[in-house]
């Protein structure tokens, strides 16, 4: 193959003195034997014997040291773009007109920063200097290139590639950047975290616990749903339309089976004579669901906290407009992730959902979430499928895993994944919520296992008896 035929740096080829010349590493030394030297006879006793003829001597000998150095280095072969150590180097080959060469250049850049010293990161436009991009023989734009430190070829990558991605194949190809700095707060060099079994056992009773999102229920709140298998019992009527939205069975009908829970009197009614007032928390803008069988008393109610009455079917249309761009659950805008995909708006249900909006799409999508123990924002962008972008760099994703019946871990299901600003506060989440089971996973990783998905498998990703809580 091709790539076979080229496994030399290219800059050591060309020119006599480049990888043959007189290497960094021994000019220094020399240089620091000359240091050590005049250090030495600058303190022993009797320097002053020497007098200024030595001391003079000294500093001739140290500046034409430097000089040297100077000289030599300026002189090597090949010029500013060829390498001033012996440092891991990625080439990436493109334009600037071609988008995923485009999509490349702030990568390139936060990698010239953030690895200086420890990784060459060299550009070359193909397209206005095509003869620096020829050694190469590459057959697409953009292509990325990785070098060891003595100039060998290990790998390369034709089209877009993410930072995360080069990272992590770094890594794979045995070169290690790590300092104890900027390394180690990559997410791809995250540390490994995971709990698998509760850090207390759940001792609530079944009842006491919403079908859905596995909370506590709310005696005042309380919706049950008659089903062949007995009742399923649900924290609030936001939590039945959850349920309802994501049931693959025909639902002709279903209604007929919902009993909620009256406010002032805790009676258990049927759903669809309920009076519904439906408010807004004044902080967060969540809807409020309030479900009354008298319609005086939703009244009296509303006087106290405002808020419209409605009945079943305007509850119902409200509750099911919005809707997770990748698995269709009913989803207040408020509790999940906003997606851009191409311009155009829609929420993931939860952080790893609003990733496979890529993946059911196929557009790039751009994802705002907020870290689960401090709401602060985290912004994932994609190119092609991968991540192209995390803001902050240092975030990372939680996966929700539980143990099966069969003893298998699988998704915990939608109300027990996230993302956070970091390790740190992932772990500190996990702490908090002690029911919790999974392990840390980079957002890329959460996005690759979505992009994975066949659109057979997304139609059937989150309904009921695909990752359900139980
Ligand atoms: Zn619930
Ligand atoms: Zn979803």
Redesign the pocket.
């Known amino acids: 193959m091709l790539h076979a035929m080229f496994s030399q740096c290219p800059c050591s080829g060309d020119g006599s003195g480049g990888g043959s010349g007189i290497s960094p590493w021994l000019i220094l030394l020399a240089f620091a034997g000359v240091w050590f030297l005049a250090r030495y006879i600058w303190n022993k006793k009797g320097v002053s014997v020497m007098g200024k003829m030595g001391k003079i001597a000294i500093v001739i000998a140290l500046v034409g040291a430097v000089g040297v150095v100077v000289a030599i280095r300026g002189s090597k072969p090949g010029g500013p773009s060829s390498p001033p150590a012996a440092l891991p180097r990625l080439v990436d080959l493109g334009s600037t007109t071609c988008i995923p060469c485009k999509l490349m250049a702030p990568i390139l850049e936060e990698l010239k920063k953030e690895y200086a010293g420890r990784m060459q990161v060299e550009f070359i436009d193909v397209a206005e200097n095509p003869d620096a991009g020829k050694p190469y023989r590459i057959k697409l734009i953009p292509t990325q290139v990785f070098f060891d430190a003595s100039g060998k070829e290990l790998w390369r990558h034709e089209g877009f590639i993410a930072k995360e991605d080069i990272l992590a194949k770094w890594k794979e190809l045995g070169v290690s950047f790590a300092t104890g700095t900027a390394a180690a707060s990559q997410p791809a060099s995250a540390p490994a975290f995971e709990r698998l079994e509760p850090a207390k056992a759940d001792t609530r009773a079944k009842d006491a616990i919403?079908y859905?999102?596995?909370?506590d229920i709310d005696a005042k709140t309380l919706v049950v749903v008659k089903s062949d298998k007995g009742d399923v019992r649900?924290?609030?009527p936001h939590?039945y339309f959850i349920m309802y939205s994501c049931l693959t069975e025909d639902k002709a009908g279903f209604e007929k089976k919902v009993s909620v829970t009256d406010w002032t009197t805790g009676m258990v009614i049927p759903g669809t004579t309920g009076f519904y007032l439906y408010g807004l928390d004044d902080k967060t803008g969540r809807p409020t669901v309030k479900a009354f069988a008298d319609k005086g008393a939703a009244i009296q109610e509303r006087q106290a906290t405002g808020g419209s009455i409605v009945g079943w079917e305007t509850l119902q249309g409200k509750e099911l407009a919005a809707r997770c761009g990748f698995c269709d659950r009913a989803v207040y805008p408020e509790d999940g992730a906003l997606v851009r995909a191409e311009g155009l708006y829609t929420w993931g249900c939860c952080s790893h959902c609003a990733l496979g909006v890529a993946g059911r799409t196929g557009k790039d999508i751009e994802v705002h979430e907020r870290d689960r123990l401090t709401g602060e924002e985290i912004i994932v962008k994609t190119a092609n499928g991968s991540v192209a972008s995390i803001q902050p760099a240092t975030a990372v994703a939680w996966f929700g895993l539980r143990k099966g019946a069969d003893g298998k871990f699988a998704s915990a299901g939608c109300f027990h994944q996230g993302f956070f600003v970091s390790a740190d506060n992932l772990r500190q989440w996990v702490e908090k919520n002690p029911l919790e089971t999974g392990r840390l996973i980079t957002i890329h990783q959460a996005l690759a296992d979505k992009m994975k998905l066949t659109p057979q498998q997304i139609q059937k990703a989150c309904k009921i008896g695909e990752c359900a809580p139980k």
């Open positions: 919403c859905m999102c596995d909370r649900l924290c609030s939590c």
